[in-house]
């Protein structure tokens, strides 16, 4: 049995062009989106969003876990390219390395990272 006045969903944007993406482009999307995927990453990265850089021990304070948490939840987010870190005597700070996911996180930080209930 045929469907009448069905159409195929769009291939792209408006007008017809195409997507450009690249393999990069979906990798840095995936780490970034997979990051957000624990309540504790996510709200790292949403503390993250807010400044340039914070040290382990604010987001300790900040977060409100154990210092050995934040630094394997630290750990994975370097691993994966999202954070980086420098070192200032004793300290370690980390910021959002890469402006695309800066970008993700500022969008969700606006959305979600509030203090407005839902």
Partial sequence: MALTGMTSPPTGPPGGDKFDFSEADFDVASRGLKAMGNRYRLEILCILAGTEE??????VDQVGTSQ????????????????ASRKDANKVYYRIRNPKILQLMEI????????TPY
């Fill in 108 to 115: 969700m930080r606006d959305i979600f990272c509030t203090a």
């Fill in 54 to 59: 914070v040290s382990v021990q604010d987001l």
């Fill in 68 to 83: 050995s948490n934040i630094s394997q939840h630290l750990s994975n987010l370097r691993d994966k390219r999202i954070l």
